[in-house]
């Protein structure tokens, strides 16, 4: 019986963990830095850029860079796929780049 109620317990915690509502990447840039319907022109990784290791990534006429550290990486990782699915594909893209710095992709449906 005891064995049942850690489960149960470990359940609980691990899906209410996960039980929140995402939000549009419009929602978390600030309002100057959001480019909306833009294509991804190029890309590029370096160790040499403003931040140390990073991914560029050019969106509207402009370089955005993203740091790669260790503890958020995966979600770098992320980012610079979606970048590069859309460059390959040309696909229409929402960011938030400003200031030399990329901190947000999205895809968007045409």
């Known amino acids: 019986m005891h064995k049942h109620k850690n489960i149960i317990l470990l359940l609980t ?3 209410s963990s996960q039980s929140f509502a995402g939000n549009q990447l419009s929602q978390l840039c600030k309002t100057d830095f959001y480019k909306n319907n833009v294509k991804v022109s190029g890309l590029n990784v370096s160790t040499r850029t403003i931040v140390g290791f990073g991914i560029n990534v050019k969106i509207d006429g402009e370089w955005g860079v993203m740091k790669m550290k260790e503890s958020r990486r995966r979600s770098r990782d ?5 970048a590069k699915l859309a460059y390959l594909t040309n696909a229409t893209v929402n960011a938030c ?14």
Not at 97 to 110: A, R
Request: glycine share 14%; net charge negative; proline share 0%.
């Open 13 to 15: 915690v691990l899906f």
């Open 78 to 82: 992320i980012a610079y796929d979606i």
């Open 97 to 110: 780049i400003g200031n030399g710095y990329l901190t947000g992709i999205e895809l968007i449906e045409k």
